[in-house]
Structure formats: structure tokens, C-alpha cells
């Protein structure tokens, strides 16, 4: 499982948004105590008898059975961060990516994708600077032509990365503690983990992997209603002239 970049075009004015998504791991969760196995833990919740390969399964299944879930985390420090917080909510998605010191504001409802930004990402991304001016801080409807890369951005996906990881899950499950609870570890062969809840429902809670930059996803708030509608006279690009 890794945290990947989905990165968009859209021809119109030459649109580059830069999102994370998915889920990464290592041996470690951020939680205090030290992993132990899970065979030996004596855990309530008899999830401790399932191999890696079946913990992970019911953790998308609790995910996909919740419908919502709220994602945090990211990659790197300083000026190399990039990080998200989204909301995902059936096909809706909606929240904030940092990039390259540059915080972005994506909305996804109906089908259509919108984005805010500042004028210094609509300037990198090749929009002249009269047109990047108007856009700067507004909300702008992303042409169809580049949405593709946000299909991924879904609960559905995350659900699919889950149950289908890019390595191999190993067998053997271990317990940690997260936040004070305990929780199911499931360890890749590329040494990326899942942890995920010990009692009550298995939701998938967080993924590590220190392949590249530390990777870190944390999943809460699963099954919450969201609130997530189309922002107010957003800009079309397709109409936007240049000094209008």
C-alpha cells in the first residue's frame, strides 16, 4: 500500500493538481507500546485468530460497510511536505492537499470536480498571469478532460487498495496500541503496515511506510455524515478570458 500522486491536466488552461492518496505503512504504528504477537496477545475481539491477509479483508469490508471515513497524513517535512485531509464519503470527496509549500482546496460532488487554489499554483501550472490573478483564491470547475486522475480519489478506491495491495500481505498478525487502544498490525512483504481496530468494528485506522519519506495515513470518523456540497458560482475555465 503506498500513498500515491494523482496528478490531473486539464487542456483548457493547462490545470496540474498534485494529490495524495491510498496508504503506506511500516513495521511501527505511532502508537507507544511495542508490537507484540498477536497469537500471544489474548485479545477480546477473537480477530486475533485471522491471518494478515483476512484482518485486511475485514478492514475493507467495515470501511466500505462505514461509507465515510476522514483521511489525514502525508510524506516528508519542511518544504519537501506534502500532505492531505480529505473527507471521502461514498463518490464525494472533499478537503485540502499541500504541495511544494502550496495548500490546495479540492471538492468533488455530483461528478464534478472543483478546485481552489493560489495564483502561484494556477502560474507554475502554465496559466498567464492576467488569468491566474482571477482565479487566485476562487473557486474553478476542473474541465472534464481533467478529472481522470481524481476517479482514484474515492472511497471505493482506498477500499480496493486495501483488500488488493501493490505487495504481497504476510500471514503472521502482531498487536500494537494506537492512541491508548489496541490494535491488529498486518504487515506487507514490503514492510508497509496496517493497523486496525482489535475491538468492535475492524476499521482500518492507519497506514505506514517509510519507503519513501514516511509515509503516514490516519483514518477516523468512519461512518460520519459529511457535509459536502458545490461551492457558490464557481469560475468555468471553458469561459474564462484572459483580462475579463
Do not use: K
Not at 485531509?85 to 495548500?103: A, F
Not at 482565479?135 to 481522470?148: I, K, N, Q
Not at 480519489?153 to 504476510?170: G, H, K, M, S
Amino acid at each position: 500500500m503506498q500513498i500515491r500522486r494523482l496528478a490531473t491536466a486539464g487542456a483548457t488552461a493547462g490545470l496540474a493538481a498534485v494529490l495524495l492518496a491510498g496508504c503506506g505503512g511500516d513495521e511501527e504504528t505511532t502508537g507507544e507500546a511495542s508490537s507484540s504477537s498477536a497469537a500471544e496477545s489474548g485479545s477480546e475481539s477473537g480477530a486475533t485468530d485471522q491471518t494478515g491477509p483476512e484482518v485486511a479483508s475485514a478492514a475493507a469490508d467495515a470501511l466500505e460497510e462505514a461509507g465515510s471515513v476522514h483521511v489525514t497524513g502525508g510524506t516528508g517535512a519542511g518544504a519537501e511536505a506534502e500532505t492531505v485531509d480529505l473527507v471521502m464519503q461514498g463518490e464525494d470527496v472533499s478537503g485540502t492537499v499541500t504541495t511544494g509549500g502550496l495548500t490546495l482546496s479540492l471538492l468533488r460532488t455530483g461528478g464534478v470536480v472543483y478546485l481552489q487554489a493560489p495564483g502561484d499554483f494556477w502560474t507554475a501550472s502554465g496559466v498567464p498571469a492576467e488569468v491566474a490573478g482571477q482565479l487566485d483564491g476562487a473557486w474553478v470547475v476542473v474541465p472534464e478532460e481533467g478529472t481522470a486522475g481524481f476517479e482514484e480519489l474515492t472511497l471505493a478506491t482506498l477500499v480496493d487498495q486495501l483488500r488488493n495491495p501493490d505487495t504481497e500481505i504476510e500471514d503472521e498478525v502482531t498487536t500494537d496500541e494506537l492512541d491508548g487502544e489496541e490494535v491488529l498490525i498486518v504487515t506487507q512483504t514490503d514492510g508497509s503496515t496496517l493497523a486496525v481496530a482489535a475491538e468492535g468494528e475492524p476499521y482500518p485506522l492507519q497506514l505506514e511506510n517509510t519507503d519513501d519519506g514516511n509515509q503516514t495515513l490516519t483514518l477516523t470518523e468512519h461512518g460520519e455524515q459529511f457535509d459536502i456540497v458545490a461551492p457558490e458560482a464557481p469560475i468555468d475555465l471553458n469561459t474564462l478570458q484572459p483580462g475579463a
